[in-house]
């Protein structure tokens, strides 16, 4: 069965604090992964997308990297409107359904 | 940029009733797709659909109906509402195998 299991579930940062959010997945085929930035109330909102192990992508302070196993959300420098639930998901050799991992609760402190 | 909206921010049905949760999106992109978001459970696919008038079950499909009669347009149905579906629901549209984008959702609560 296709897993998607994200770590921490939760994280208290300072600002300025650098961490990485994980996400690590069982899908054979990878076609896709996807990170999502979520604020409380609203829709997810596209950050990343990520196809192959070794490819990076950079946007302001986020940094999104894809291993084999597991992708990586690195946070430099963080500031207090980081503060958001991340989410991942994957997209299964199959088709086009993606499947989210439950997310991380970031929060910022200033 | 991507729009995908959804007819309601908030809705309070009863229990019973049939609900209609519209979602509307200006790419012409082919997939659509039902999402609900509880808190412990993340988001959960409800029924998505790939072209007009096609449509495909997803994880939790039981108590839901879908429509898609016109490409941008993918309506959920709640047939006889009940407690259990109080939830964030989520639309979202993507084109092939690319990023899917996300509505406001609608918080349903059903009393």
């Known amino acids: 069965e296709d897993q998607v299991t994200q770590s921490p579930e939760a994280l208290r940062l300072q600002e300025g604090e650098s961490s990485s959010l994980n996400c690590s997945y069982t899908v054979s085929g990878l076609r896709g992964l996807f990170w999502y930035r979520q604020d409380p109330g609203k829709g997810p909102e596209f950050l990343f997308t990520?196809?192959?192990a070794g490819e990076e992508k950079e946007k302001e302070r986020l940094k999104a990297t894809l291993t084999k196993k597991e992708s990586f959300l690195h946070i430099t420098a963080p500031k207090p409107e980081d503060s958001a639930t991340y989410l991942c998901?994957?997209?299964?050799?199959?088709?086009?359904?993606?499947?989210f991992g439950e997310g991380t609760q970031l929060t910022v402190n200033p | 940029d991507v729009k995908v909206t959804q007819s309601s921010r908030y809705l309070v049905k009863r229990t019973g009733e049939k609900v209609f949760l519209e979602c509307v999106q200006d790419m012409d992109h082919e997939n659509m797709f039902w999402y609900r978001q509880d808190p412990g459970l993340g988001l959960r696919l409800i029924y998505f659909s790939y072209d007009v008038k096609m449509k495909e079950k997803g994880d939790i499909p039981e108590g839901y109906s879908v429509s898609r009669e016109k490409k941008e347009r993918f309506s959920l149905i709640l047939e006889s509402a009940s407690t259990n579906q109080t939830s964030m629901y989520l639309c979202?549209?993507?084109?092939?195998?690319?990023?899917?984008?996300f509505g406001q959702g609608t918080r349903l609560t059903v009393v």
């Open positions: 990520l196809y192959s």
């Open positions: 979202a549209s993507s084109l092939g195998t690319g990023e899917a984008f």
């Open positions: 998901a994957v997209r299964i050799p199959s088709g086009s359904r993606l499947t």
